[in-house]
């Protein structure tokens, strides 16, 4: 299973079963767990856990130092879950003391190539990251986001659960749950009605949400009326409670 010129730390913690292709180097910090395959020419380093049946394309770097300059040796740490698919030319850095000490990927993740996770990044289950997908430090992004290819996200920003970003979009502010968003600067295109179709959604809770985005993005209404608008709309429409939750804890402001 594991390639004789991969290049196996004697602390490093190892599932039975785990493949290391050839000219891998892991570090001695390092578990992965079962059903994971690491492919060839990956360097794997740090404090750095990898759950279950992963599969890690040639040529990533995972578990690296962060690229902020108050970085000083702390033990911070990379935490892959499981079944994600982390292709070609990846880097996730470690986090730093400054935030929560850890860089977080969840499970069910389909990763495309070149895609960076600067440190302290929390990322949710289900989501797609396009080639090239880059995400600065502190970025939160919700379950089943959809980036497209080219995305850069500021750092701070958080991105809500079910929305999807245009090629090449620019995010310098949170974008909410369900949102369809592209450009530079980026700009709201109405929800993320076919993503939402997908996971099983009612068309009575698609058309609250839709109702919600018009609120918020068509009704010349200020944010803090627009908040209380939706919250009087979450009475009836409990899928709203994402977006209500999102709104009355954005700090750098929403995307609009």
């Given at each position: 299973m594991i390639h004789a010129t991969a290049l196996i730390h004697p602390n490093a913690k190892l599932?039975?079963?785990?493949?290391v292709g050839a000219y891998s180097i892991i570090g001695e910090h390092v578990e992965i767990g079962p059903g994971t395959v690491v492919g060839p020419h990956v360097v794997i380093n740090g404090h750095t856990r990898i759950g279950a049946h992963n599969r890690i394309f040639q040529f990533c770097s995972l578990g690296e130092i962060p690229q902020d300059k108050k970085y000083a040796n702390e033990p911070t740490r990379l935490e892959i879950g499981d079944y994600n698919t982390?292709?070609?030319?990846c880097t996730f850095n470690l986090g730093t003391a400054q935030d929560v000490g850890v860089t977080r990927l969840g499970s069910h993740n389909w990763i495309m190539a070149y895609v960076h996770l600067a440190h302290d990044c929390q990322v949710g289950n289900h989501t797609i990251?396009?080639?090239?997908?880059?995400?600065?430090?502190h970025v939160e992004v919700g379950d089943y986001a959809i980036l497209?290819?080219?995305?850069?996200?500021?750092?701070?920003?958080?991105?809500?659960?079910?929305?999807?970003?245009?090629?090449?979009?620019?995010?310098?502010q949170d974008v909410p749950p369900y949102m369809l968003v592209s450009g530079n600067p980026s700009a709201p295109h109405g929800i993320n009605s076919e993503g939402l179709k997908r996971r099983g959604y009612s068309s009575a809770s698609i058309m609250a949400i839709k109702r919600a985005y018009k609120t918020l993005y068509k009704s010349g209404l200020g944010l803090a009326d627009a908040r209380a608008a939706i919250a009087q709309q979450l009475?009836?429409?409990?899928?709203?409670?994402?977006?209500?939750?999102?709104?009355a804890s954005s700090e750098r402001g929403i995307v609009r």
């Open positions: 599932a039975a079963d785990v493949e982390i292709r070609e030319f990251f396009a080639n090239n997908a880059q995400l600065a430090g497209g290819g080219f995305t850069v996200v500021h750092q701070f920003v958080r991105i809500g659960a079910h929305i999807i970003t245009g090629m090449g979009t620019i995010l310098l009475v009836e429409h409990a899928e709203l409670q994402p977006l209500a939750d999102f709104l």
